[in-house]
C-alpha cells in the first residue's frame, strides 16, 4: 500500500529534473499523477514529457501526459479539465515549472526577459492554483505545493533582482492563498529544495563550484509526499525546506499525516 493510493496528483514541467523525480515518487506511492510540460523546452535541455510517462509507466505507475505551457490560461485550463475527464478529482497540485535567471544586474535584464521569467514562475502558480481551487473547494480537501527558494529571503544567497522577486512574489501568494482557502481544508506550502543535481543545474557554470553539495531531485521525493497528503488541519501556509526535513517538521509529522 502506497501512501497516496486513491489519489490524483498533478506535476507540472515534469520533463525532467525536480518534476519527473516528484512525478515518479507520487505514482511510486500509488497515486494516478497528470503530468505535463511544454511540447518542447526553450532552452533545449534533455528530457521529455513522454519520457517520463515512459519511467512512471515501467514502474507500473498511472500517467496522463499533457501538453501545457502554463502561462496559458486557456491550456492550463484544458489541462485541469482533461485530468478531471480522466480522474474525477485532483487531490494535490505540484506547481514546478519555472524558470531560472540568476546573478544579473537590474540593466543586464530587458523588460521582456523580465516579464518572460514572471509569467513562468508567478503567473504559472497563480493560474494553475486558480483552476484547482473550485474542484478541491467542492472536495473539502487539496494540497497545493509551491516551489520556493532561500533566494526570495536572503539577498546574499545570489539569486540577483529578477530571480529572486519571483521567488519572494511565490512565497507571499503561497502565505497569503493558504489563509483564503483554509476554510475549504485546503493545504497550501512551500518547498523549498535547496540545490540539486538537475539538467538546468548543470547547464549554469557557476553551480559546478558546489555541485558536491547539491542532491539528486530524487531526494526531495519524500518531502513532496508529505506536502500532498496535507490538508489545511495539518500542516499550511509554511515553508518546508530540505535542510529542515527530518528535524523539526519532518518524518514524525509524515508519519501521522499517513495514518491519518
Same mark, same amino acid.
Given at each position: 500500500?502506497?501512501?497516496?493510493?486513491?489519489?490524483?496528483?498533478?506535476?507540472?514541467? &515534469?520533463?525532467?529534473?525536480?518534476?519527473?523525480? =516528484?512525478?515518479?515518487?507520487?505514482?511510486?506511492?500509488?497515486?494516478?499523477?497528470?503530468?505535463? &510540460?511544454?511540447?518542447?523546452?526553450?532552452?533545449?535541455?534533455?528530457?521529455?514529457?513522454?519520457?517520463?510517462?515512459?519511467?512512471?509507466?515501467?514502474?507500473?505507475?498511472?500517467?496522463?501526459?499533457?501538453?501545457?505551457?502554463?502561462?496559458?490560461?486557456?491550456?492550463?485550463?484544458?489541462? #485541469?479539465?482533461?485530468?478531471?475527464?480522466?480522474?474525477?478529482?485532483?487531490?494535490?497540485?505540484?506547481? *514546478? +515549472?519555472?524558470?531560472?535567471?540568476?546573478?544579473?544586474?537590474?540593466?543586464?535584464?530587458?523588460?521582456?526577459?523580465?516579464?518572460?521569467?514572471?509569467?513562468?514562475?508567478? *503567473?504559472?502558480?497563480?493560474?494553475?492554483?486558480? +483552476?484547482?481551487?473550485? =474542484?478541491?473547494?467542492?472536495?473539502?480537501?487539496?494540497?497545493?505545493? *509551491?516551489?520556493?527558494?532561500?533566494?526570495?529571503?536572503?539577498?546574499?544567497?545570489?539569486? $540577483? #533582482?529578477?530571480?529572486? +522577486?519571483?521567488?519572494?512574489?511565490?512565497?507571499?501568494?503561497?502565505?497569503?492563498?493558504? %489563509?483564503?482557502?483554509?476554510?475549504?481544508?485546503? &493545504?497550501?506550502?512551500?518547498?523549498?529544495?535547496?540545490?540539486?543535481?538537475?539538467?538546468?543545474?548543470?547547464?549554469?557554470?557557476?553551480?559546478?563550484?558546489?555541485?558536491?553539495?547539491?542532491?539528486?531531485?530524487?531526494? =526531495?521525493?519524500?518531502?513532496? #509526499?508529505?506536502?500532498?497528503?496535507?490538508?489545511?488541519?495539518?500542516?499550511?501556509?509554511?515553508? +518546508?525546506?530540505?535542510? %529542515?526535513?527530518?528535524?523539526?517538521?519532518?518524518? $514524525? #509529522?509524515?508519519?501521522?499525516?499517513?495514518?491519518?
Amino acid at each position: 500500500m502506497g501512501q497516496m493510493d486513491g489519489m490524483v496528483a498533478i506535476v507540472t514541467g &515534469a520533463s525532467r529534473g525536480l518534476g519527473r523525480a =516528484i512525478a515518479r515518487e507520487y505514482a511510486r506511492e500509488g497515486a494516478s499523477v497528470v503530468i505535463c &510540460a511544454r511540447s518542447q523546452s526553450p532552452t533545449g535541455l534533455a528530457g521529455t514529457l513522454e519520457e517520463t510517462a515512459q519511467d512512471i509507466r515501467n514502474d507500473g505507475g498511472v500517467v496522463l501526459a499533457l501538453n501545457c505551457d502554463v502561462t496559458d490560461e486557456s491550456q492550463v485550463n484544458a489541462m #485541469v479539465r482533461q485530468a478531471m475527464e480522466r480522474f474525477g478529482r485532483i487531490d494535490a497540485l505540484f506547481n *514546478n +515549472a519555472g524558470a531560472m535567471v540568476l546573478g544579473e544586474s537590474l540593466l543586464e535584464i530587458d523588460a521582456a526577459r523580465w516579464e518572460q521569467l514572471m509569467r513562468v514562475n508567478v *503567473n504559472g502558480p497563480y493560474l494553475c492554483s486558480r +483552476a484547482v481551487v473550485p =474542484i478541491m473547494m467542492e472536495q473539502r480537501r487539496g494540497s497545493i505545493i *509551491n516551489i520556493g527558494s532561500r533566494m526570495a529571503t536572503d539577498p546574499g544567497q545570489g539569486g $540577483g #533582482v529578477l530571480y529572486s +522577486a519571483s521567488k519572494a512574489a511565490v512565497h507571499m501568494f503561497s502565505y497569503c492563498l493558504a %489563509d483564503e482557502v483554509r476554510e475549504y481544508n485546503i &493545504a497550501v506550502n512551500i518547498l523549498s529544495p535547496g540545490g540539486l543535481r538537475s539538467e538546468g543545474s548543470a547547464a549554469i557554470p557557476w553551480t559546478q563550484r558546489d555541485w558536491h553539495e547539491r542532491v539528486d531531485p530524487s531526494t =526531495i521525493g519524500p518531502m513532496a #509526499v508529505f506536502l500532498a497528503l496535507q490538508d489545511a488541519g495539518s500542516f499550511t501556509g509554511q515553508l +518546508a525546506s530540505r535542510f %529542515d526535513f527530518g528535524t523539526t517538521w519532518g518524518p $514524525g #509529522v509524515a508519519e501521522r499525516a499517513a495514518s491519518s
